[in-house]
T-cell receptor
Framework: DAGVIQSPRHEVTEMGQEVTLRCKPI?????LFWYRQTMMRGLELLIY????????DSGMPEDRFSAKMPNASFSTLKIQPSEPRDSAVYFC?????????????FGEGSRLTVL | RKEVEQDPGPFNVPEGATVAFNCTYS??????FFWYRQDCRKEPKLLMS???SGNEDGRFTAQLNRASQYISLLIRDSKLSDSATYLC???????????FGSGTKLNVKP
């Protein structure tokens, strides 16, 4: 079975450019999470969706960040305009039971570098 | 105050050693607790859940102390392959939010 699929795996861009990260959760999973990981701050929850509906976006750092989940098999995280401090690894994760089992299935991450 | 706090380490131990990690959490209403493992430049993966009565999975033992709000992980007979970062994870009262600690790095040396 395919796991969580993220793209791109690596992106290098210049400050001010728009960045779009993509995620395909595991089929049948009803919750999707976006995390950001840096050395300084560890793994931070940005936003999560249940049944395609955004439930909590309190972790989104500012208005430059937006996330959508138009259907059960696709989500995007967009940064516009990007800044050097956005450089991080962005993980998407999904889970089948709103997290009751405790197992989040992570994608391999999108490593973003903003110059 | 962070939801979950861990000693970042690193813990440098020889093969065969026993090593223990602790983490503390701030929300007394937290419902469930886990340890994840993250290898260098890889995604986190579930290692084991942590139950109130304590639980064991081979060389790994996890314990929860609700009164003191801390979670522990004990690794016996360390292997080189145990070298990784171990993340303490706490699930919120309504199961929807997973809070990750910053991780404890373990280096097992030959």
């Amino acid at each position: 079975d395919a796991g969580v699929i993220q793209s791109p795996r690596h992106e290098v861009t210049e400050m001010g450019q728009e960045v779009t990260l993509r995620c395909k959760p595991i089929s049948g999973h009803n919750s999707l999470f976006w995390y950001r990981q840096t050395m300084m701050r560890g793994l931070e929850l940005l936003i999560y969706f249940n049944n395609n509906v955004p439930i909590d976006d309190s972790g989104m750092p500012e208005d430059r960040f937006s996330a959508k989940m138009p259907n059960a098999s696709f989500s995007t995280l967009k940064i516009q305009p990007s800044e050097p401090r956005d450089s991080a690894v962005y993980f998407c994760a999904s889970t089948p039971d709103r997290g009751r089992s405790g197992e989040l299935f992570f994608g391999e991450g999108s490593r973003l570098t903003v110059l | 105050r962070k939801e979950v706090e861990q000693d970042p380490g690193p813990f440098n131990v020889p093969e065969g050693a026993t090593v223990a990690f602790n983490c503390t959490y701030s929300n007394s209403a937290s419902q469930s607790f886990f340890w994840y493992r993250q290898d260098c430049r890889k995604e986190p993966k579930l290692l084991m859940s942590v139950y109130s009565s304590g639980n064991e999975d081979g060389r790994f033992t996890a314990q929860l102390n609700r009164a003191s709000q801390y979670i522990s992980l004990l690794i016996r007979d360390s292997k080189l392959s145990d070298s990784a970062t171990y993340l303490c994870v706490v699930n919120s009262a309504n199961f929807n939010k997973f809070y990750f600690g910053s991780g404890t790095k373990l280096n097992v040396k030959p």
